[in-house]
């Protein structure tokens, strides 16, 4: 027997398929043959098949799943599943598994003494590959795995190339490579295999601008430069080094395995720090934490790092996790939770957000509540071995949903508080930090100063001291002294005497600040005034970094006096410079900058600075948006000079790199602005920030801007604003699939514009609530909602908005079964759009009435005007529209004939509907390909289609698509001739269909064999 996860779960005896069942049957044999060897215990296996949404009844359906995987492998020798009191064990030879063998192979391959040894065994392993792996089922653990897994394969076909470059096959190799590189334009290891194979084939040229090409990605989205090994080559590329020349023969492998690219994994620690000194108790207490347990599954790994502001806490969390951090190959992920900001604590959603964003999760896919997001993250990060720093926590329940569930991961926090609940309920290992021993603290002076510690060791062991042993303290002091070196260590520790005891008769409070705000006050009192007010009025940057054009608008300077400045800031510590111009301050310094600026500055003159700074986001937000976007309709201010507005502008790469690097930036702006009296920058910030985000940016970010928009303009009363924030927070619940909240968001928008008297915008917010109601299955308000904006659009004479009606009318008629009704306002906006000119939406009604059953189109206009559309959309980089002029080519294509290329079609927009994150086009998409496969033969692969559309709709709550998918099912299931499963999914399609009230005997394109149940358009709303 032979069994294969990678591609469509399947089994094989004596050759022949064996019958594993539906989609979640197939998920559990799935889980076991991972473990293959290893029990897995009941909750696992609930976990890993349902994920969140386990039915009720999930255990005895396991067991009923379990009995029947029993059966289908019973006639297999040393094949067997049995109970264990460790959970449910898969018996079974791991090289008659695909994934296992593949292991095994590469594994072999990377020790093989030869190169063509080498090759050949790599050549077996990626030929077990069928796709993508567990094709099909998409739960969490699935998809975690899967990614895991196509990682692993990356890996590979990495080593391939290494493999067949040393065997001189650099010609053959050349046309995958450059196709890999586009596909993975910042892998550095693969671009230079690229600009090897380029070399070696007489491309010198070629292989520089190969190199240049990557050195620019990696600048503009990393803010990084290529590593060591790359410029190597890339220097020995332009001096025609023969050392990179074909060495003929079989070259030896090397010894040990070969050196093996990564996959892409987070790597979110930030840099180590300089010049870091002692600690070595505390150092070995957490290596302790990672000696192996003796049993089965280890336990969570929590250290927690806890101590005193300044006392390193940080420091050491970093320095520790570069030292262990080869041990978790899987990635690293970072947060500062902020815990002691009194104005922007990281909310625990927030960061979830941004590790489900890191771990490759799509915007649209993460969830919009903490505890779905926290479920969510900890099955991603099952069966991963990775380690998390949480950084400046502030209590049990800011860290607890950011814990894993399983035990392959470490989790580092550190915190001012004790945290006693961690240790108490979740085994939290916890290491105190004390002030650093005195010897520590003058060794951690001699690293910085240098020998003037050895002259005046009595001063400073004195400075020491005076700055309570703090290493935060310590640098600020070292880095002024090493300032002016030309002043004796007793002079300077005098002086800072005299500031600790000033600052002792202002504070009798007993505020354990108040030692290291004596060196803060020291350091700041040396500072020129210009830089004094500089540091002064960056406490006040809502960001954790900021870009220094950004500074140069906070404090009202030319870009130039302000890189001075910031210089003269990170020479006394007093920030930090950071990649691309931005610069950082430690959360201590940020909150005694901005009680600086509260005693020295004029209100006045701080609002005056935090609305310049807000400006200047403001208003290069809208120059890049312009740029991106150039056929939006909002105006685009004058930089008046703003360099930051400049450098938003030029070409849309150029834009669109600035809008992802300030884009943290831009959204503390809009909660921040909402909060503190900034209402209009929050609002028009996020209206002019809304089309990127909804395009690109995390979904659940965009949400979190657009209600602190919502929020501003209720406070100030601007209802015109508040009713456009509210359509677009709808729309956002929508992709998200939470279609209640997004119905009575909509509701509550349509009310507002009634009031205004907006009757365009109100028809407008009624075509998208009838959208959600054609989502949610109910077809009869969902028509009334869209009758009602048809009427309002006549009324003012607006055709375009009419013909929309008029369309979503018709997709109703058709999923009703009234064709010809359908065929008659599809041919109402036809002429509309015509008289309009309107060749796009033109094109997409033409595909519509090409999916209706026996209805004569003129094919040939149609391919005509979507080809047309196509090359529009393709120039413009819209890749939503892309997917959906796939689609409707397909639809086309499938009436002429031309199936291969409807498939290909649909593939390429499934493609793109992944990376924009569009859920409901991808389920249609899904059961479009599955439809067209099934119809030229090719069942196994059409029920994998369906099977992934069941998924997403089951999740999206789409019923209808749902209907599809059972449907797609039960036919390539009845071909397959397993006809049981057919006729359940078909039971469930004509139970679904009869409950949304849409007739089950209409033929639809790409008619079945075992069902009548049909497949219509979907809507564009």
């Known amino acids: 027997m032979e069994f294969g996860v990678l591609g469509v779960v399947e089994a094989w005896i004596d050759g022949r398929p064996a019958d594993l069942g539906h989609s979640r049957q197939r998920s559990v044999l799935g889980v076991l043959l991972v473990e293959a060897g290893r029990p897995v215990t009941p909750d696992q296996l609930i976990d890993r098949v349902w994920g969140e949404r386990a039915p009720q009844r999930a255990a005895g359906a396991l067991y009923s799943y379990l009995s029947r995987l029993r059966r289908a492998v019973a006639g297999a020798e040393d094949v067997e599943i049995r109970r264990e009191p460790g959970g449910y064990l898969l018996t079974v030879n791991p090289q008659v598994v695909d994934l296992h063998r593949f292991r095994r192979l590469m594994t072999t391959a990377r020790s093989a003494e030869t190169d063509r040894s080498a090759a050949g065994l790599i050549e077996q392993a990626l030929g077990l590959w069928r796709g993508d792996p567990f094709a099909g089922l998409d739960t969490p653990w699935m998809a975690a795995m899967r990614r895991t897994l196509l990682g692993e394969r990356f890996a590979a076909e990495l080593d391939s190339n290494d493999v067949l470059l040393r065997l001189g096959r650099h010609g053959e190799l050349l046309p995958s490579l450059l196709a890999a590189v586009a596909e993975h334009p910042l892998d550095e290891r693969l671009a230079g295999q690229a600009m090897l194979a380029l070399y070696r084939g007489g491309r010198q040229a070629d292989a520089d601008e190969q190199y240049r090409r990557i050195r620019r990605r990696l600048a503009d989205e990393m803010g990084s430069d290529p590593g060591a090994e790359l410029r190597r080559l890339h220097e020995q590329v332009l001096a025609a080094d023969p050392a990179l020349s074909v060495v003929a023969g079989d070259v030896r492998a090397p010894a040990g395995p070969v050196t093996m690219a990564p996959a892409t994994v987070p790597a979110q620690l930030p840099a180590d720090v300089r010049a870091f000194t002692g600690r070595t108790g505390e150092l070995s207490a957490l290596d302790r934490l990672l000696e192996p347990l003796d049993g089965g599954e280890p336990p969570l790994t929590v250290a927690l790092l806890c101590g005193?502001?300044?006392?390193?806490?940080?420091?050491?969390?970093?320095?520790?996790?570069?030292?262990?951090?080869?041990?978790?190959?899987?990635?690293?992920?970072?947060?500062?939770?902020?815990?002691?900001?009194?104005?922007?604590?990281?909310?625990?959603?927030?960061?979830?957000?941004?590790?489900?964003?890191?771990?490759?999760?799509?915007?649209?896919?993460?969830?919009?509540?903490?505890?779905?997001?926290?479920?969510?993250?900890?099955?991603?990060?099952?069966?991963?071995?990775?380690?998390?720093?949480?950084?400046?926590?502030?209590?049990?329940?800011?860290?607890?949903?950011?814990?894993?569930?399983?035990?392959?991961?470490?989790?580092?926090?550190?915190?001012?508080?004790?945290?006693?609940?961690?240790?108490?309920?979740?085994?939290?290992?916890?290491?105190?930090?004390?002030?650093?021993?005195?010897?520590?603290?003058?060794?951690?002076?001699?690293?910085?100063?240098?020998?003037?510690?050895?002259?005046?060791?009595?001063?400073?062991?004195?400075?020491a001291?005076?700055?309570?042993?703090?290493?935060?303290?310590?640098?600020?002091?070292?880095?002024?002294?090493?300032?002016?070196?030309?002043?004796?260590?007793?002079?300077?520790?005098?002086?800072?005497?005299?500031?600790?005891?000033?600052?002792?008769?202002?504070?009798?409070?007993?505020?354990?600040?108040?030692?290291?705000?004596?060196?803060?006050?020291?350091?700041?009192?040396?500072?020129?005034?210009?830089?004094?007010?500089?540091?002064?009025?960056?406490?006040l940057h809502p960001g954790e970094t900021a870009h220094v054009d950004a500074v140069a608008a906070l404090i009202g300077a030319r870009p130039g006096e302000t890189r001075r400045l910031l210089d003269v800031l990170t020479r006394a510590s007093l920030v930090q410079a950071g990649r691309g111009g931005r610069y950082g301050m430690h959360d201590l310094l940020s909150a005694y900058a901005a009680e600086l600026a509260e005693g020295n500055d004029s209100e006045a003159d701080r609002r005056a600075a935090v609305t310049r700074l807000f400006d200047h986001y403001l208003t290069s937000a809208t120059v890049a948006m312009a740029t991106l976007y150039p056929d939006g309709a909002a105006a685009v201010p004058a930089a008046n000079g703003d360099p930051g507005a400049t450098a938003a502008a030029g070409d849309p790469d150029t834009a669109r790199a600035w809008l992802?690097?300030?884009?943290?930036?831009?959204?503390?702006?809009?909660?921040?602005?909402?909060?503190?009296?900034?209402?209009?920058?929050?609002?028009?910030?996020?209206?002019?920030?809304?089309?990127?985000?909804?395009?690109?940016?995390?979904?659940?970010?965009?949400?979190?801007?657009?209600?602190?928009?919502?929020?501003?303009?209720?406070?100030?009363?601007?209802?015109?604003?508040?009713?456009?924030?509210?359509?677009?927070?709808?729309?956002?619940h929508r992709r998200q699939g939470r279609l209640p909240e997004a119905a009575e968001t909509y509701r509550q928008a349509l009310r507002l514009y009634a009031e205004l008297g907006e009757p365009e915008a109100e028809a407008l917010v009624l075509r998208n609530l009838g959208s959600v109601d054609w989502r949610?299955?109910?077809?009869?308000?969902?028509?009334?909602?869209?009758?009602?904006?048809?009427?309002?659009?006549?009324?003012?004479?607006?055709?375009?908005?009419?013909?929309?009606?008029?369309?979503?009318?018709?997709?109703?008629?058709?999923?009703l079964g009234d064709g010809k009704q359908a065929a008659e306002r599809f041919g109402t906006a036809l002429d509309l759009y015509a008289a309009l000119g309107d060749r796009f939406s033109e094109a997409y009604v033409l595909s519509?009435?090409?999916?209706?059953?026996?209805?004569?189109?003129?094919?040939?206009?149609?391919?005509?005007?979507?080809?047309?559309?196509?090359?529009?959309?393709?120039?413009?980089?819209?890749?939503?529209?892309?997917?959906y002029v796939l689609t409707d080519l397909a639809a086309i294509h499938v009436r002429q004939g031309r199936l291969a290329e409807a498939a290909a079609h649909l593939r390429r927009a499934l493609v793109l509907l992944r990376r924009i994150g569009d859920r409901a086009s991808?389920?249609?998409?899904?059961?479009?390909?599955?439809?067209?496969?099934?119809?030229?033969?090719?069942?196994?692969?059409?029920?994998?289609?369906?099977?992934?559309?069941?998924?997403?709709?089951?999740?999206?709550?789409?019923?209808?698509?749902?209907?599809?998918?059972?449907?797609?099912?039960?036919?390539?299931?009845?071909?397959?001739?397993?006809?049981?499963?057919?006729?359940?999914?078909?039971?469930?399609?004509?139970?679904?269909?009869?409950?949304?009230?849409?007739?089950?005997?209409?033929?639809?394109?790409?008619?079945?064999?075992?069902?009548?149940?049909?497949?219509?358009?979907?809507?564009?709303?």
């Open 308 to 463: 005193t502001a300044g006392v390193g806490k940080s420091a050491l969390a970093v320095r520790w996790a570069h030292r262990v951090r080869e041990a978790y190959p899987d990635g690293q992920l970072y947060v500062n939770l902020r815990g002691y900001d009194a104005e922007q604590p990281v909310a625990v959603a927030d960061a979830l957000a941004g590790f489900l964003t890191a771990l490759g999760v799509r915007g649209p896919e993460i969830p919009p509540g903490t505890d779905e997001r926290a479920a969510r993250y900890r099955s991603e990060l099952t069966g991963r071995r990775m380690l998390v720093l949480l950084d400046n926590a502030s209590s049990v329940e800011q860290v607890r949903p950011l814990l894993p569930g399983t035990g392959s991961c470490l989790v580092l926090i550190t915190s001012r508080d004790s945290l006693r609940g961690m240790v108490a309920v979740d085994g939290a290992e916890r290491v105190n930090l004390d002030l650093l021993p005195l010897p520590d603290a003058i060794g951690l002076l001699r690293k910085l100063i240098g020998p003037r510690v050895d002259r005046d060791p009595d001063a400073a062991a004195a400075l």
């Open 465 to 539: 001291a005076a700055c309570a042993r703090l290493p935060l303290a310590l640098r600020i002091a070292a880095e002024l002294a090493a300032e002016r070196s030309d002043v004796p260590l007793p002079e300077l520790v005098a002086e800072l005497g005299d500031h600790q005891m000033r600052l002792d008769l202002l504070d009798a409070g007993g505020d354990p600040r108040a030692e290291v705000r004596a060196v803060f006050s020291w350091s700041y009192q040396n500072l020129p005034e210009g830089a004094a007010r500089a540091f002064r009025l960056l406490g």
């Open 660 to 732: 992802e690097a300030e884009r943290p930036n831009l959204a503390a702006v809009c909660t921040n602005g909402a909060a503190h009296g900034w209402h209009r920058h929050a609002i028009d910030l996020a209206g002019t920030m809304f089309r990127y985000l909804d395009a690109g940016g995390p979904v659940a970010e965009a949400a979190t801007v657009t209600a602190s928009a919502v929020a501003a303009a209720r406070a100030v009363g601007d209802t015109e604003a508040q009713a456009r924030a509210l359509s677009n927070l709808g729309r956002l």
């Open 776 to 815: 949610r299955g109910d077809y009869r308000q969902a028509a009334e909602h869209y009758q009602r904006a048809g009427m309002l659009c006549q009324e003012l004479g607006d055709d375009d908005g009419r013909a929309d009606a008029v369309v979503r009318l018709g997709l109703i008629d058709a999923r």
């Open 848 to 883: 519509l009435l090409a999916r209706l059953p026996h209805h004569p189109v003129p094919l040939e206009q149609a391919e005509a005007h979507l080809d047309q559309s196509l090359a529009a959309v393709q120039r413009a980089g819209d890749r939503t529209a892309e997917a």
């Open 922 to 1021: 991808e389920a249609e998409a899904l059961n479009d390909l599955g439809q067209v496969l099934h119809a030229v033969g090719e069942a196994a692969e059409a029920r994998a289609q369906h099977g992934q559309a069941l998924m997403l709709a089951e999740d999206f709550g789409d019923r209808y698509e749902q209907a599809r998918a059972h449907d797609g099912i039960a036919a390539a299931s009845g071909d397959l001739g397993e006809l049981d499963p057919a006729r359940a999914h078909l039971d469930l399609a004509r139970r679904i269909l009869a409950e949304l009230e849409v007739p089950a005997d209409q033929s639809r394109w790409t008619p079945s064999i075992q069902s009548t149940v049909t497949g219509q358009p979907r809507a564009r709303a």
